[in-house]
């Protein structure tokens, strides 16, 4: 089993920055895909960016250019640094990971574009 502990949520205007964390447990994080999901106010859960055990990313094309996704393996830890944040990126964000067929997430964390 794999608990994902997230941090890092909050209210920032337009424009500005913000980076989220997600801590994992367990010995065995960095040979596993990693990923960010959002879900905004009557919307489904969407992808919003992986990374896999070697460091290649993905991205949904609505922030390429402004997230980015990134890990430390030291520290069982995957990031989601946030920049040029609009309006539309207001969500709860969740971290994700599989072991198998049996999918693990975080807590959600609430970001708020919004002056």
């Known amino acids: 089993q794999v608990q994902l502990v997230e941090s890092g949520g909050g209210l920032v205007q337009p424009g500005g920055s913000l980076r989220l964390s997600c801590a994992a447990s367990g010995s065995t994080f960095s040979r596993y895909l990693m990923g960010w999901y959002r879900q905004a106010p009557g919307k489904q859960r969407a992808l919003v960016a992986t990374?896999?055990?070697?460091?290649?990313?993905n991205y949904a094309a609505s922030v390429k250019g402004r997230l980015t996704i990134s890990r430390d393996n030291a520290k069982n830890t995957v990031y989601l640094q946030m920049n040029s944040l609009k309006a539309e990126d207001t969500a709860f964000y969740y971290c994700n990971t599989h072991r198998g067929n049996i999918g693990y997430w975080g807590q959600g964390n609430q970001v708020t574009g919004s002056s």
């Open positions: 990374i896999s055990s070697g460091g290649t990313t």
